[in-house]
């Protein structure tokens, strides 16, 4: 276990370069590997309840919002929650946002949203059989928990300039730090996130009886591709994984 509030405190910690990272499109994985996956994978929202747990600054809530769904976002860095909140007061989309941590979701009820997304944050989230078991709590019965990891036998850190592997074995769980460097950031910052095997997440969907319906190893866009030659090493191994899981309450 990680002291307590440490890993939320690097978050409140990294968020202005975070943001600055997300919304002045220097995320390249995220919109030209990522997002237009994930998006496809979750299809049409309009009119949908959605819970997009651990949202960080909103940038795919914002997203979803606009896409015609009724959102709440929530996230446990207060900083993040305040910068997703003055983003949302100067154009309103009508997402609500609260600052929770994930494993306790206590302020909803249950059978409430038709659908949970979690992009690229289960692997931050400590006690993420909590928060699995929360997210099928939350879900109505058939509602969907989509949520997308860096690929867990593919996980890599930057060292000293050169990418590594994030842990030195795949079985069994393992905390890394993440060091944020890159010459695109406006500060570095580190961050927190636990290895976990493919059949720990898996067996804890299961638990919560729910039920993995689509699994999607991303490839880079044609546009990403041109701009940012360096996505080519996701044609070749996959960074991130997205799951789709169906909760079956029956
Ligand atoms: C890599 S960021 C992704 C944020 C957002 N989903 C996005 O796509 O921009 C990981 C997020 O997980 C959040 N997080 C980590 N552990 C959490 C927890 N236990 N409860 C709620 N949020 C958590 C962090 O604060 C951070 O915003």
Redesign the pocket.
């Known amino acids: 276990m990680c002291k307590k509030g440490s ?2 405190k690097e ?1 409140n910690d990294a968020a202005e370069s975070w943001v600055d990272f ?1 919304r002045k499109g220097k995320d390249y994985y ?1 919109d030209e590997l990522n997002n237009p996956a994930t998006f496809e994978l979750i299809g049409d929202v309009r009119g949908r309840l959605i819970l997009d ?5 909103g ?2 809530t914002r997203i979803l919002a606009r896409k015609g769904a009724e959102v709440t976002g ?4 207060e900083k ?1 929650i305040e910068l997703a909140k003055r983003e949302e007061a100067k154009d309103k989309l009508g997402i609500c946002y609260r600052v ?4 306790d979701l206590k302020r909803f009820s249950s059978s409430h949203f038709d659908l949970v997304t ?4 289960l692997q ?4 993420y059989k909590r ?1 699995i078991s929360e997210v099928a709590r939350v879900l109505t019965n058939r509602g969907r928990f989509v949520f997308s990891i860096p690929h867990p036998c593919f996980e890599t850190i930057i060292v000293n300039g050169k990418r590594t592997s994030a842990t030195r074995r795949y079985f069994g769980a393992a905390k890394y730090t993440v060091q944020w460097k890159m010459e695109r950031l406006a500060k570095p910052f580190k961050t927190t996130s636990f290895h976990r095997t493919l059949t720990d997440y898996f067996d804890a969907l299961h638990k919560s009886r729910l039920f993995v319906s689509r699994l999607v190893e991303p490839r880079p866009t044609r546009r990403g591709l041109r701009k940012h030659p360096q996505l080519r090493e996701a044609l070749l191994i996959p960074q991130s994984v997205i799951v789709e899981s169906i909760k079956c309450a029956c």
């Open positions: 890993v939320k978050w997300v995220r747990l651990a949202c960080g600054e940038y795919n929530v996230d446990f860095s993040l929770l941590d994930a494993a979690c992009f690229m944050s931050d989230i400590e006690d928060a």
